[in-house]
């Protein structure tokens, strides 16, 4: 692992006698795209809000580049770029004017660097439109732009992708990716969005009541997911039943309107497709119902609070 750009030691948040994060341990390496994943209420914004100096810790350390946020806050905390509530827009500005607007106030940001930004981030088309006729994913952008202006190393996006369609989190973490590709930075996103982490980042933090449950690549989690429901669409279900049948009960199928229907891990698929295509059975599609990711959120916080 590289040396990581954050190191979270036992973190603990107490609000009026509440235990809200406890003992919260883990490190982010440089250089990934690492998500925060959690449901509703586990206290991905509390983490947050701590880690960008809007909330003091009770107990615990936060080291951002190595530099403690006790001891060494305005080092740590220059490292950090960040949305933490929906950006701050003007929105009768351009969005290159809320840019140079913002520029004023950190000293160094020159007219070429709010220029390279806005390219990075996709906007150059459309900088010198008002903002109020941006779509919410431009304004994301314009707003990831804006935190990365001064280039810090590490960014962090809480629940970018609210409100997004499928369409502009594609795009955003298009964006993101060729942003820690081309400028080295690290990026923390939270969401309760399973499928979304796990298209957008290298690892994931997954915590429950303010609690980590585990931090693995998301490579892990979907290869450690467990069997999930497939649909196998054929052109004979009967035959391709017949043929699974003579397995004896290896592979348990359901006939139904849409195809078979099976519950296999990622070989079985494989083992599955071999086995019909031999027996002549013409297969035009294979659905997983369920991301095997979903199916471990589930297994590991017994949370039905998912998207
Ligand atoms: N100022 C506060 N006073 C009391 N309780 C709080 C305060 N801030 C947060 N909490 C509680 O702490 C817990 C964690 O909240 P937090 O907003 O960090 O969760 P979250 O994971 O970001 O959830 P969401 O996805 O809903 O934003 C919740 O139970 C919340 O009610």
């Not at 036992?10 to 250089?31: H, M, Y």
């Not at 949305?83 to 701050?88: L, S, T």
Request: glycine share 10%; proline share 3%.
């Amino acid at each position: 692992m590289n040396e990581p750009i954050v190191t979270l030691q036992n973190v603990t948040k107490r609000i009026g006698g509440k235990t809200i994060i406890d003992k919260l341990s883990f490190q982010v390496p440089q250089g990934e795209v690492f998500g925060f994943l959690g449901p509703n209420g586990a206290g991905k914004t509390t983490t947050i809000r701590m880690m960008v100096g809007l909330m003091s810790l009770s107990e615990g350390d936060i080291l951002i580049g190595g530099h403690s946020i006790h001891t060494d806050f305005e080092k740590a905390i220059k490292q950090v770029g960040a949305i933490v509530e929906n950006p701050e827009m003007y929105k009768f500005l351009s969005g290159w004017n809320n840019l140079v607007h913002y520029a004023r106030m950190v000293p160094g940001i020159t007219h070429h660097r709010i220029a390279e930004v806005v390219k990075l981030m996709g906007l150059e088309n459309r900088i010198h439109d008002k903002v109020k006729t941006y779509s919410l994913g431009m304004r994301q952008r314009l707003g990831v732009a804006q935190a990365v202006l001064h280039k810090p190393r590490l960014l962090i996006l809480d629940e970018p992708t609210n409100g997004l369609d499928p369409a502009g989190i594609r795009e955003l973490r298009d964006y993101l990716r060729q942003l820690s590709r081309d400028e080295g930075v690290s990026v923390i996103v939270s969401s309760h969005l399973l499928s979304e982490m796990e298209l957008m980042c290298d690892r994931v933090a997954i915590i429950q009541n303010g609690r980590l449950v585990d931090v693995r690549t998301t490579k892990e989690l979907v290869q450690e997911g467990g069997r999930g429901t497939v649909v196998f669409e054929v052109s004979d279900t009967k035959l391709a039943h017949q043929v699974l049948a003579q397995k004896d009960g290896a592979y348990p199928a359901e006939l139904q309107q849409e195809g078979i229907v099976l519950q296999l891990d990622r070989e079985e698929i494989a083992d599955v497709t071999a086995l019909l295509v031999h027996a002549g059975v013409k297969i035009f599609g294979i659905h997983p119902v369920t991301t095997s990711l979903e199916d471990k959120f589930l297994e590991m916080t017994g949370s039905d609070q998912i998207a």
